[in-house]
């Protein structure tokens, strides 16, 4: 294991290469959820009646405390909470590299992962770092599933079992947000099936997972309780049942979920100004469908779960993932909403382990133990079936994850271009008129308040010179 700590070096230039891109694509000036974050919070980060709320949860309470450094320290600059995106996405790959290290995972398969991980897919939330957060909870979910693979395999580490009974106090309360649902249900979805095994094999329940289990519940009931004090409603354009729109349009339907898997094979703008119609979108999605149904496969055919439990959250989480984006964003009726670079984080998590599968099922092919004794030839035959079929489905993510990133990078001085077009109007905003503020900032900008938003918060901003207004 010692001599393969250099494949660290891949969080590191992933790191640098985050920073670069967000350096190169973006000037320091506020936009989008910071008008709402500014208008929310500043100028007094430190008055408790701003986040002493009955939905507390729902924004994050970690944010708060960047918030307060941010303003104290960096005269609130985007650049700092980007910075801690980048971070927490490179923390996020040194984790992965870690169970590369300790399994054995290949350079090819380890490059191939960072590959998907540093994708610009994500390009949305690294540029907008108010959602930084996020990148530091899948981080945090990555640590969790991992200490559970310890327990899983019988590699125990001290403080392990406490481990697991607090994390999802941690992680859900103060840093997931709304993506502690999907984190909950792979635990539980875990937990219940050792459980399972355990009354299977021993007659008995193991008390142990029934604490886990307690313990990750309990948070997220606490979490749908502070959601539900929310006053601020989000508009729909339709609102009738999932069931009967999926009756009454199920063409809409069916392209909504395929696309949004095709999204992690090549993001959502580079696929409208690279496809003319819906079948390479369709192909695409069935191919990355695909990619998750051999890797469960896998999992069932080779008994996988029995060394090693990583790669199935991972897999899991992201078909989940898919399955919740498609339920609650349907009713913006636009079937390329599920495309949105703002989801990438969400849905990479299933391809990280879908080629953490491959990587397995590839080295159990090297070692002759994929196929059984047969009939001749029978077994070089399902082994050479078994390698084509990861060859073409991880060809494809990966060419189209680097194709992403390409267009992304030759985008990166036409974003930051825009933003500086953005910081001459917010000097001169006193100047303006609402509707130009509405339509620069894209900040709702189909609401008639939007432009009166923007001049509220640039007005705070100017007053305690911070952002663009700082000295």
């Known amino acids: 294991m010692n001599n393969r700590r250099w494949l660290y070096v891949f969080p590191v230039f992933g790191v640098a290469f985050g920073l670069w891109y967000v350096k190169n694509a973006f000037v320091d000036v ?30 994050i309470p970690l944010n708060y405390v960047a918030r307060i450094i941010n303003t104290t320290f960096f005269d609130y600059r985007i650049r700092f909470d980007q910075v801690l995106g980048v971070l927490s996405l490179g923390l996020a790959a040194v984790l992965l590299v870690s169970y590369c290290i300790k399994k054995g995972i290949s350079f090819g398969w380890t490059l191939c992962l960072m590959a998907v991980n540093f994708s610009l897919n994500k390009w949305e939330m690294m540029i907008n770092g108010s959602g930084w957060i996020h990148f530091l909870a899948f981080a945090g979910f ?18 392990d079992r406490m481990r697991c009974l607090v994390l999802p106090w941690v992680l859900t309360l103060a840093v997931a947000g709304p993506y502690c649902a999907i984190y909950t249900a792979v635990l539980g979805l875990a937990y219940g099936f050792r459980l399972l095994a355990t009354w299977r094999r021993e007659k008995r329940w193991d008390l142990q997972y029934i604490c886990y289990g307690i313990s990750a519940l309990i948070p997220l009931l606490l979490y749908v309780w502070s959601n539900a004090q929310v006053t601020e409603k989000v508009g729909v354009v339709v609102d009738v049942p999932f069931w009967r729109q999926f009756l009454d349009t199920p063409g809409y339907m069916i392209r909504f979920f395929a696309k949004s898997f095709a999204s992690m094979a090549v993001g959502g703008e580079c696929a409208q100004g690279a496809f003319s119609s819906d079948l390479p979108y369709l192909v695409l999605g069935v191919v990355v469908m695909a990619g998750y149904g051999l890797a469960l496969w896998f999992w069932l055919r080779f008994r996988l779960w029995e060394e090693t439990l990583f790669p199935l959250l991972l897999t899991g989480a992201g078909l989940l993932n898919h399955l919740l984006v498609w339920y609650s964003r349907w009713v913006f009726m636009n079937e390329e909403y599920g495309m949105s670079s703002r989801y990438a984080l969400q849905f990479q998590v299933g391809i990280l382990g879908i080629f953490l599968t491959f990587a397995l099922v590839t080295e159990r092919i090297k070692t002759k133990e994929v196929s059984r004794p047969g009939a001749k030839g029978t077994g070089k035959l399902r082994a050479g079936a078994v390698q084509m079929m990861i060859v073409v489905i991880g060809t494809v993510l ?3 994850n680097g194709y992403t990133t390409i267009e992304e990078i030759k985008k990166a001085p036409f974003r930051k271009e825009a933003c500086q077009r953005r910081a001459e109007i917010a000097l001169d905003f006193e100047n303006r008129t609402d509707e130009e503020l509405a339509a620069n900032f ?24 911070w952002n663009v207004f700082r000295d």
């Open 398 to 400: 990966l060419a189209g």
């Open 442 to 465: 894209e900040y709702r900008p189909s609401r008639p308040e939007s432009g009166r938003a923007v001049r509220s918060a640039l007005e705070i901003l100017k007053k305690n010179k």
């Open 142 to 159: 990555y640590y969790h599933y991992l200490v559970l693979e310890r327990l899983w395999t019988g590699q125990e580490k001290k403080g």
């Open 30 to 59: 506020v936009y989008s959820d910071y008008i709402r974050l500014v208008n929310s919070y500043l100028p007094d980060v430190w008055d408790p009646r701003r986040f002493l709320v009955g939905d507390i949860l729902t924004r």
